[in-house]
């Protein structure tokens, strides 16, 4: 009976969890960009291009940001509720716990930084004059793939160009991410009896992969202290002993390992822990970083980021000092979220990571260059196989 009622209390925080983790996520990918698209037909909220976003409309991010903060609280209560004393004192151990209130605050930045992604095709769109000519013309010498994207700049536009980064960020990132969340509730492998059956213990055990798929939910409702603390747990659950395999039998396979009786990998295959365990959990966990790499932070932050620092310089004389700060803040807090994920991930993730993990920094410093640059070029733009580029010379040499 006992057993029961714990079991039964599990099943109840996780689907609590699982809401607020929905509700948050909904609010951040649906109802932020509905209200960012409303402003362009609202006079008194459309961004422009001397200023950025209207500061009013932060008004509608700070609500979001306490409503962040509610969801945060109840998820991480909710999610320790999930996961054992003692893994709660080896967590506290490796310092995870201490994190929470750091990443609470790089999570505030990410819905910020969110925000002036949103706005930002906006504020392209209220620039007039020669902002997608000039853009164009940065490609004109660029050998290969420039004459194709001049082509493709020229046909779009650079707002419009900016719109569909944008776009692609809400559908990977969040309207997938929400179906995924959607998904696992709908289909979820708990019950009461395959969860009280999974052990002989009190409390039921969750399986790396289930927090695999809460660290993922909680990256798509901008949780990054829920999405730590998944992970590690997801960590943890590699490690579990094998019902069928004999004490002896390892302790005698250790000994003749050392004595060159048999060779390394059958003495691993002899010990007590589960070894498919470990690698279906790790195969798990590089799928899920290398899903957070490319879509969340490559897709997601860096290439906004770097088309925000061309932006930077195509109206270098255009903005104003405030229009300035909002695009550089936007830019740094990208790239600071970008640096803390890679860094996080990028040792869990395997070769696929890594590789991912350097495209980004390839990017990072790009876009660093790019800004750098916009204050030494005489027209401020910079081409990272041209260097500075002069748009009169350009101009010249595309006529006929």
Known sequence: MKEAQTVTGVMGSMD?????????AFLTWVLLPAFV?????????????????????????????????????????LLKKLIASPELSVLSQFGILRKRKWLVLIGLLQTIDLYTDLTFPLVAQDCVGQ?????????????????????????????????????F??????????????????????????????????????SGEDFFTWAGASETAMMPSVTLLCEEMADQRRY??????????????????????????????KELADKEQNDFVMSVGRRHYVRVLFARVFLGNVLSMWLQASFFALTFHHETHQGRIKLVF??????????????SAVTR????????????????????IKVFMA????????????????LAESLSESKP
């Not at 997938?176 to 509730?185: L, R, T, V």
């Not at 993730?349 to 660093?368: K, Q, S």
């Not at 204050?375 to 002069?390: E, K, M, Q, S, Y």
Request: net charge neutral.
């Open 16 to 24: 609590n969890l699982q809401s607020h983790l929905r509700r948050h």
């Open 37 to 77: 698209i409303s402003q362009a037909f609202i006079p008194s909220l459309h961004p422009s291009c001397e200023h950025g976003f209207r500061n009013i409309s932060l008004v509608a991010v700070l609500l979001l940001c306490l409503h962040q903060i509610y969801s945060e609280v109840q998820s991480w209560h």
């Open 131 to 167: 902002l997608t000519d000039h853009w164009k013309e940065t490609w004109a010498k660029v050998s290969v793939m420039g004459p194709i994207l001049q082509a493709i700049v020229g046909w779009l536009k650079f707002w419009v160009f900016a719109a569909i980064c944008v776009g």
């Open 169 to 206: 960020n809400v559908l990977i990132t969040g309207i997938s991410g929400m179906i995924s969340i959607c998904a696992f509730e709908n289909h979820s492998q708990f019950d009461l009896q395959t969860v009280s059956v999974s052990v002989e213990q009190e409390f039921p055990r969750i």
């Open 240 to 269: 579990g002993f094998h019902q069928g395999k004999d004490a002896r039998a390892a302790m005698q396979a250790r000994y003749d390992s050392v004595f060159g009786k048999i060779n390394k990998e059958t003495a691993i295959d």
């Open 330 to 343: 936007s830019m740094v807090v990208s790239a600071i979220q970008a640096t803390l994920r890679c860094h």
């Open 349 to 368: 993730g395997g070769t696929a990571a890594a590789l991912v993990t350097f495209l980004i920094f390839i990017f990072i410093a790009w876009t660093g």
């Open 375 to 390: 204050f030494h070029c005489a027209d401020h733009l910079w081409n990272l196989t041209t260097g500075c580029v002069r």
